[in-house]
């Protein structure tokens, strides 16, 4: 192999695989970034075999061939040289990897690339087109709210449904993922219809990973523009989205995920339309003192004249001292105290989006629901913490 590239492009290119990298493996070679050239580019994967990624970088390719070299020593390497050409030459006897960059010559001991387990590439005659913005909001609006904990793996995912939407004529694509104390849910329609319709559950990470690769756009043309396509395995066994410049593929989840419809409440005693920026703002300055005393911050909200209402956020800390804040909100329907959790409101606030917000509730041990104003396609279900008299 022998094959030239810039360093910024082959330096954005590891950044993107290397993250599929197994930290912990009894294989060696997982441990390696596969580098190969593929139809006059160079091809970058790595996986962990849960997840694998791989990306292509424009290059000028001398001699064909393969290798995988040790990921942190790579991507260490190629960060550390100047922003000039890199030549790379592998000697196939040793498996060494000989590296010029200006004048810099290194060489890299590697893995044969026949012991790289081999991953699968999108198939684009099945797949599922959505728009790169769309995609990368719904994963923002809910893959934070799912499990991290392994002792549920169902919650560690993200419900994918993908089906058809009777009124449009189109295609529809909800994510719903919960940790057991939240739910959030997003719908956003598809350009074509779906031919079968199906559920499956995504890893969370799986797709915080997408998120990140669709926002930071491909490693040489900018921002994600085309349609990302989405393929699932026949056996519902893996799915695999295919972008620019870059593919990823994951396991999926097997099993069922909970039904959260009876969950999500479908009417409210007291509603308030807030600022969102305003109660941002005051739930970051009680969090100060509520990650002292178990996140409780407490939301107390009073009904004025022709819907005017008032909203207290306050939170105590026995050690530390207290903190209250105050805006004006329209509130229908009857006062109310309720506590909620200050990161999980933190959390939802910084994705909703839009400039304001509405919270509905019903009682202060009941669930409560935060939409978006003028977004219909964005649920979030937050359950309240105990509220201790006082």
Known sequence: MKVSCLQENLAKGLSIVSRAVATRSTLPVLGNILIATDNGRLKLSATNLEIGITCWVGATVQEEGSTTIPARTFVDLVNALPAEQVDMELSIRTHTLNIKCGRFDNNVRGIDAHEFPLIPTADD???????????????????????????????????????????????QLTFAASDGFRISVRTTALPEPIGTPLSVIIPARTLAELGRIVGAGGPQFGPQENPVSITITP?????????????????????????????????????????????????????????????????????GEESLGHITVAATAAETGDNAGEMDAKVEGNPIEIAFNAKFMLDVLSVVGTPQITLEMTTSTSPAMLRPVGDEHFTHVIMPMHLASR
Request: proline fraction near 5%; glycine fraction near 2%.
């Open 125 to 171: 005659q099945n797949a599922i087109h959505i728009a790169p913005e769309a995609l990368r909001q719904m994963v923002e609006q809910v893959a934070f709210a799912a499990a991290t904990d392994e002792s549920r793996p169902i919650l560690t995912g993200v419900l994918s449904k993908f089906e058809n939407n009777p009124s449009a004529q189109a295609g």
């Open 235 to 303: 056996a519902k066994s893996q799915v695999l989205f295919h972008l620019d410049n870059v593919d990823l593929v994951s396991q999926l989840i097997d099993g069922n995920f909970p039904d959260y419809n009876p969950i999500v409440p479908k009417k409210w005693s007291t509603r308030a339309t807030i600022n969102t920026a305003e109660l941002m703002k005051a739930y970051k300055a009680a969090n100060v003192f509520a990650r002292e005393s178990a996140n409780i911050v407490r939301l107390a909200i009073a009904v």
